[in-house]
């Protein structure tokens, strides 16, 4: 399975600022996903990253909060903007071909805490 | 509506096969079985899917009923380092999609 690296993967933030976190996998994917897990909480799906294209959010996240890149098929980036204390979670990238068939892959998340 | 339904708590023995249990009873045809798990402080790990037929892996079974609605994930021997929050998720076979997680219980493995 793919390796996928996530930086940084900790860090502690002042609300009112912005950080952004980096995922590379160490091969070509289609399809790369951001997900965030609120402490104590299963993991919600953020967005779903295809290069080339604008990515996608699901209902409750917009992308002036969460932009997001992905400039090419080994690399893209999450940026949590004017974050709050209720932005505190850990932020994970997983990457896979988006087929049913295929399983998807985890980094181990960027546990970021805002004060 | 959640898709799956497993335990909210059980735990094993160490040494001991851990048999996690999941209904799905509204699975469609064309919905893959999948079984993550989440080991703390980590992200989580693929452990094995099915769509009809048991499978086996390096990890786990996943044994699947006939009528598809049930199925159960076999640790044949439990040990310490499989203490995790395991999910049962269905996804469907065609088309992009992705993986959307429930709550799943946390095993803890007892020594």
Redesign the interface.
Known sequence: ?AV?SQKPSRDICQRGTSLTIQCQVDSQVT?M?W?RQQPGQ????IA?ANQGSEATYESGFVIDKFPISRPNLTFSTLTVSNMSPEDSSIY?C?V?S????Q???????T?LSIL | DAKTTQPPSMDCAEGRAANLPCNHSTISGNEYVYWYRQIHSQGPQYIIHGLKNNETNEMASLIITEDRKSSTLILPHATLRDTAVYYCIVRYQTGANNLFFGTGPRLPVIP
């Open positions: 399975s996928i399809m996903f997900y299963s993991l919600t799906l779903t994970l997983s896979g988006g087929f049913g068939d399983p998807q892959h985890f980094g181990d998340g546990r």
